[in-house]
Structures are given as C-alpha cells and as structure tokens.
C-alpha cells in the first residue's frame, strides 16, 4: 500500500459538531483528494488539492472545507456535522495530476447521530 | 462531463467460471482507464490500468479490453476463486480532469 494514513479511522459525533478528519502521505505527491463512499453511490469526490494551499471543489463538497498547509497533509473539516454526512470517507493521492492513477487511504468511518 | 456506467451491479460465478464487468464512459477524450477492488470494509485498490493506446492488457487472471469506437471497456477475471469476491470499480478520466467512477459491481464467488 502506497504510504498514507488516515485519522480518526473510526468517529462517533453529534449533528452540530464540527469534525476534521486528517489524510496524511509519505509520497511526496502533489494530488490529494477526498471522496465519501456510500451505498448506492460509490465514490463521490469532495475536494482535492493540486498542491500545498491549491484547493478546489469536487462534486458533492457542500458542508465541507479543506485544507492544505503541507505536502503530506490534506485535512477535510465537517464544520458542523449532519446525519447525511454519515459515511465512509477516503482519502486518495496521485504523482501522476488530476486524471493519473489514484492510490486510495485506509478510510475513516463517520457516524453523525 | 464524463459520465461511466457499470453494468451488472452484482454478478454471482461459481469458483472457476470466467466473470465479466463492462463499463461503458461518455467522452470521447478520456484515455486512461483503471479498475479497482474493495473487499468489504477495506479501501480500494487498483489492479488494472489500461491507456487508451492499446486495446487489451493482461496480468495473470485479470484482463481488460478497451473498445475506443464503442466507448466501453471491461473487466475479465478467468478461474474465478472465493478471494476474488470484492466489489469492482471502473474509472475514466484524461489528463487535466477527473476520474470518474462507475458505480461498483459486487462480485461473488460460490465454492
């Protein structure tokens, strides 16, 4: 597996919270991205970044921000938690640009009660 | 933009048979090609990669064909085995643009 790192992998939260979830690499590589799975749905992508500070929307990012102070992390911020953000999100990374091969995160698994 | 339709969305072999996935993208202009396999409660991996310069590419058991005219490609895995039930996901995408991905074929294998 391709070095990247999710945390929390598992989180249990209240509607109103604010939650961030952090994706880390040791790759080196320039594109991040964050996408939430769901039955019915596959892979639907949040945000992504092309490079520390470029960041730019995905198809479903209403509710969520991220960040990107630093190569090697990519942070997505629930600023304040629904139940449909309830999910399984993933982080994913590419040296290839937008369009290359993607190597997908371990995943964290949201519960918003 | 891309759109890539899976088909079936379950599929259900017996150890040994062969197990066909098809997908089908919308632009003409999308020219990289991969699949991946999640196994229940893991991340997606990828296990094939196809560009658009080529027609059919194979590792072991698993192949893909790509049908540039038609807009589709697929997924061949031959002497299915009980490891190799996953869900399956296409993707499409061209440089500059997103992957897009189909939406997952479960796939079982009965001993």
């Known amino acids: 597996d391709a070095g990247i790192t999710q945390s929390p992998r598992h989180k249990v939260t209240e509607t109103g919270t604010p939650v961030t979830l952090r994706c880390h690499q040791t790759?080196?590589?320039?594109?991040m991205y964050w996408y939430r799975q769901d039955p019915g749905h596959g892979l639907r992508l949040i945000h992504y970044?092309?490079?520390?500070?470029?960041?730019d929307k995905g198809e479903v990012s209403d509710g969520y921000s991220v960040s990107r102070s630093k190569t090697e992390d990519f942070l997505l911020t629930l600023e304040s938690a629904t139940s449909s953000q309830t999910s399984v999100y993933f982080c994913?990374?590419?040296?290839?640009?937008?369009?290359?091969?993607?190597?997908f995160g371990p995943g964290t698994r949201l519960l918003v009660l | 933009g891309e759109n890539v339709e899976q088909h079936p969305s379950t599929l259900s072999v017996q150890e040994g048979d062969s197990a066909v996935i098809k997908c089908t993208y919308s632009?003409?202009?999308?020219?990289?090609f991969p699949w991946y396999k999640q196994e229940l409660g893991k991340r997606p991996q990828l296990i094939i990669d196809?560009?658009?310069?080529?027609g059919e590419k194979k590792d072991q058991r698993i192949a893909v064909t790509l049908n540039k005219t038609a807009k589709h490609f697929s997924l061949h895995i031959t002497e299915t085995q009980p490891e190799d039930s996953a869900v399956y996901f296409c993707?499409?995408?061209?440089?500059?643009?997103?992957?897009?991905f189909g939406g997952g074929t479960r796939l079982m294998v009965k001993p």
């Open positions: 993707a499409a995408s061209y440089a500059g643009n997103m992957l897009t």
């Open positions: 790759e080196n590589h320039r594109y």
């Open positions: 994913a990374i590419s040296g290839e640009g937008l369009g290359g091969t993607q190597y």
């Open positions: 196809i560009r658009s310069n080529v």
């Open positions: 970044s092309y490079g520390v500070k470029d960041t």
């Open positions: 632009d003409s202009a999308s020219n990289y």
